[in-house]
Antibody, heavy 122, light 111 residues
Framework: EVQLVESGGGLVQPGGSLRLSCAAS????????MNWVRQAPGKGLEWISY????????YYADSVKGRFTISRDNVKNSLYLQMNSLRAEDTAVYYC???????????????WGQGILVTVSS | QSVLTQPPSASGTPGQRVTISCSGS????????VNWYQQLPGTAPNLLIY???QRPSGVPDRFSGSKSGTSASLAISGLQSEDEAEYYC????????????FGGGTKLTVL
C-alpha cells in the first residue's frame, strides 16, 4: 500500500525556518517524481515545488522561490522541504504528492499524504 | 486569483447531473492535459480524472471529464450525497511564471 506521511510542521515565528519531511513507503520511491502542494486555511490548493526522480530537475512556484528548497533522499525514501524566511502567508497545510504511475503529467498526483499544518505567527 | 477559473459553487439534488467548468488559457489547458481532484471535508485531495477524461481505478463512471480548447469540464451524473465536496482542476502551465496551476475550487452541495 502506498503511503506518504508528512512530519515537521508546527508553529514558527515570521522570519523563521522549518523543515518538512515526507516518508514514502509501499512503492519504489526513486522511480517517481514528487511535489509539495499547500492549502491555506479555507483556501484552495497551491502547487509549490517539484523534484524529478534523480533530483536533476527542480521547479518552484514564484511565491516560494528563493526561500524554500525541495530535496529528496532515495536511500531513505524521503522527500523534504526546507522553508526559510517564513511569512504569515505561508501558513497552510502542506501535502507531499506523488506523480506518475498511470498518468505522466506533472500536474497529475496519484497519491497524497495526509498533510501537515505549518503556522507562521508571532 | 487563480490562473484556472472555476465557479465557486455548484449544487444539485440526488440523481441529477451537474457540471463544473474550468477555464484557462493557451499556456495551460490549451496545450496540456487537465486533471481533476476531489477533496472531501477534512481530508487530502484525491485524483478523480486524469488526462482530461480518464478515470483512475475505483472512481465510479458517474464522473467524467472533457476538454475543448482552453476549457475543461467535470460532469457528475446520478448525484449522490457523498459527492458533496470541493473539486479542483489542475494543469501544467508553460508560461514563464508557473509550472502547475490549480483552479480556485468549486464547492459542490447536494441539496
Amino acid at each position: 500500500e502506498v503511503q506518504l506521511v508528512e512530519s515537521g510542521g508546527g508553529l514558527v515565528q515570521p522570519g523563521g525556518s522549518l523543515r518538512l519531511s515526507c516518508a514514502a513507503s509501499g512503492f519504489t520511491f526513486s522511480s517517481y517524481s514528487m511535489n509539495w502542494v499547500r492549502q491555506a486555511p479555507g483556501k484552495g490548493l497551491e502547487w509549490i515545488s517539484y523534484i524529478s526522480r534523480s533530483s536533476t530537475t527542480i521547479y518552484y512556484a514564484d511565491s516560494v522561490k528563493g526561500r524554500f528548497t525541495i530535496s529528496r533522499d532515495n536511500v531513505k525514501n524521503s522527500l523534504y522541504l526546507q522553508m526559510n524566511s517564513l511569512r504569515a502567508e505561508d501558513t497552510a497545510v502542506y501535502y507531499c504528492a506523488r506523480n506518475g504511475g498511470y498518468c505522466s503529467s506533472i500536474s497529475c498526483y496519484t497519491y497524497w499524504g495526509q498533510g501537515i499544518l505549518v503556522t507562521v505567527s508571532s | 486569483q487563480s490562473v484556472l477559473t472555476q465557479p465557486p459553487s455548484a449544487s444539485g439534488t440526488p440523481g441529477q447531473r451537474v457540471t463544473i467548468s474550468c477555464s484557462g488559457s493557451s499556456s495551460n489547458i490549451g496545450s496540456n492535459t487537465v486533471n481533476w481532484y476531489q477533496q472531501l471535508p477534512g481530508t487530502a485531495p484525491n485524483l478523480l480524472i486524469y488526462s482530461n477524461d480518464q478515470r483512475p481505478s475505483g472512481v465510479p463512471d458517474r464522473f467524467s471529464g472533457s476538454k475543448s480548447g482552453t476549457s475543461a469540464s467535470l460532469a457528475i451524473s446520478g448525484l449522490q450525497s457523498e459527492d458533496e465536496a470541493e473539486y479542483y482542476c489542475a494543469a501544467r502551465d508553460d508560461s514563464l511564471s508557473g509550472y502547475v496551476v490549480f483552479g480556485g475550487g468549486t464547492k459542490l452541495t447536494v441539496l
